[in-house]
């Protein structure tokens, strides 16, 4: 089963259908060692990493770890600028910490999953609060298709197809080994 690209300039996306919980069987350690070669290749002097709780402040410290980069990763959390905020709610875990200047930073925004891009827009939202970055570019690990906002990352190590019923997430094992949740609604 082929799971990787990076991105829509890359050719054609890698596509896996999941038509029940479970029936979703992708590598995530795998996905991951794509994301860390795509990055590499993306990265530039000065650019700093933002990860997206929880997931992508997990691939942010990892890739801060495996790329030997010596700057502090950013948490930015989407909650306090999401449209369903009055559903959802915060939680205790949702706090945005940027240990450097966003004004003119390059940023590389890390997510687990891009579903409807409304996270994404959030966290552009709750970033611009602490000022105007120079560029802002989005890695993800997968993208589920669904999109209700025109946004669409610069890496993606997979597309997949998911029912709205589905729900997919990176989960993190005590060695820092990375697996998939999908779970029903």
């Known amino acids: ?7 829509p300039s890359s050719g054609e996306p890698a596509a896996q259908q999941a038509s029940a919980v479970g029936a979703l069987l992708m590598d995530a350690e795998a996905l991951y060692s794509g994301l860390v ?15 997206v709780t929880s997931g992508g402040v997990w691939l942010a410290q990892r890739l801060q770890k495996d ?9 930015i959390s989407s909650a306090m600028h999401r449209d369903d905020f009055a ?10 910490k940027i240990p450097f200047e966003v004004n003119n930073a390059q940023i590389l925004l890390l997510d687990d ?7 994404i827009r959030a966290v ?13 570019k989005l ?8 999109r209700e906002l025109p ?21 993190r094992g005590a060695a820092e080994q990375f697996t998939f949740n999908l779970k029903a609604h």
């Open 1 to 7: 089963m082929s799971q990787t690209g990076s991105g």
């Open 37 to 51: 070669e795509s990055v590499g290749a993306l990265l530039k002097p000065g650019m700093r990493l933002l990860g």
């Open 67 to 75: 790329l030997a980069l010596t700057e502090p990763v950013g948490v």
């Open 87 to 96: 559903r959802r709610g915060m939680t205790a875990a949702a706090q945005t």
């Open 113 to 119: 999953v891009l579903f409807t891009g409304r996270t």
């Open 124 to 136: 552009i939202n709750e970033l611009f609060d602490f000022g105007r970055p120079a560029c802002i």
């Open 139 to 146: 890695a993800v690990l997968v993208d589920r298709g669904g």
């Open 151 to 171: 946004i669409q990352a610069d890496i993606c190590a997979a597309h997949i197809s998911l029912p709205a019923s589905q729900s997919l997430s990176l989960a």
